[in-house]
């Protein structure tokens, strides 16, 4: 069977000053379909720069990373700009909206860069942002939004291309407990149907909605263990 995700001796190192900064140090990761992984561990031990190098936003120093079978480690950035307008959909903590545009235009954005048919890909976007309980506000603009409003905004736009793999990088990180719960409770939701997610946080009770969850710590992944919950 094919990984969504196969990492094999990923490196990522930065420089700063005389000091090299082993961001990411020889990380194996294997994310089967359908998986649903969160990443912890304490602040700098490299979640955000697995995220940005598995989200085609940064690439690695050394080592394999595989996105559903292709080798990412060796495209240039067009191929990587490509690959993640086909296969991901990333959210943020600060949800990354476009301040002009409206609730719906947000969402619809990506369609630009994937190729989805436009018809059927606003239709998707109107029955994302339908489902997220988005519908009476379509036409707001992001500050028009509550934060909870603006992350389903920014869940609805990464999904909008119907992608393989949802990557989010401390989603529920500015939102209230109850709003945390009800996109925790998306996820599983999106999980059940099949989406495969992987997800960073710092909160345990965020981490309990997983399957799998893997502890880094110094760029490494120290360990991982399987909810049994979930
Ligand atoms: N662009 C950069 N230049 C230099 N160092 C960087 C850069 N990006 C990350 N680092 C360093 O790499 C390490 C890992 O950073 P990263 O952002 O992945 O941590 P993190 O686990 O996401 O932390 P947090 O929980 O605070 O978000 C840190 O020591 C950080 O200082
Ligand atoms: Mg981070």
């Given at each position: 069977m094919q990984y969504v995700i196969h990492t094999q001796q990923l490196c990522r190192y930065f420089e700063v000053g005389d000091t090299r900064v082993h961001a990411l140090d020889h990380v194996d990761l294997c994310v089967d379909e359908g998986d649903f992984v969160?990443?912890?561990?304490?602040?700098?031990?490299?979640?955000?720069?697995?995220?940005?190098?598995?989200?085609?936003?940064?690439?690695?120093?050394?080592?394999?990373?595989?996105?559903?079978?292709?080798l990412v480690s060796e495209m240039d950035d067009a191929q990587l700009s490509s690959l993640r307008n086909q296969y991901i959909g990333f959210v943020f903590q600060s949800f990354h909206l476009l301040p002009r545009l409206t609730a719906l235009d947000n969402v619809l954005l990506p369609l630009r860069y994937a190729d989805v048919d436009i018809t059927e890909g606003a239709l998707r976007a109107r029955h994302l942002l339908d489902r997220l309980g988005m519908s009476e506000r379509i036409g707001h603009r992001p500050n028009q939004l509550s934060g909870g409003q603006r992350q389903r905004v920014a869940i609805a736009r990464s999904l909008v291309a119907a992608p393989p793999l949802l990557l989010a990088d401390e989603p529920t990180g500015n939102l209230d407990s109850k709003t945390s719960i009800e996109i925790m409770d998306l996820f599983t939701e999106l999980n059940q149907e099949g989406q495969t997610i992987l997800m960073v946080t710092h909160e345990d009770d965020i981490a309990r909605y997983a399957k799998r969850v893997i502890h880094m710590r110094d760029g490494k992944i120290e360990r991982e263990h399987v909810n049994a919950a979930a």
């Open positions: 969160a990443v912890m561990g304490p602040s700098g031990s490299g979640k955000s720069t697995l995220m940005n190098i598995l989200g085609c936003l940064d690439t690695p120093d050394d080592g394999d990373c595989r996105l559903l079978g292709q």
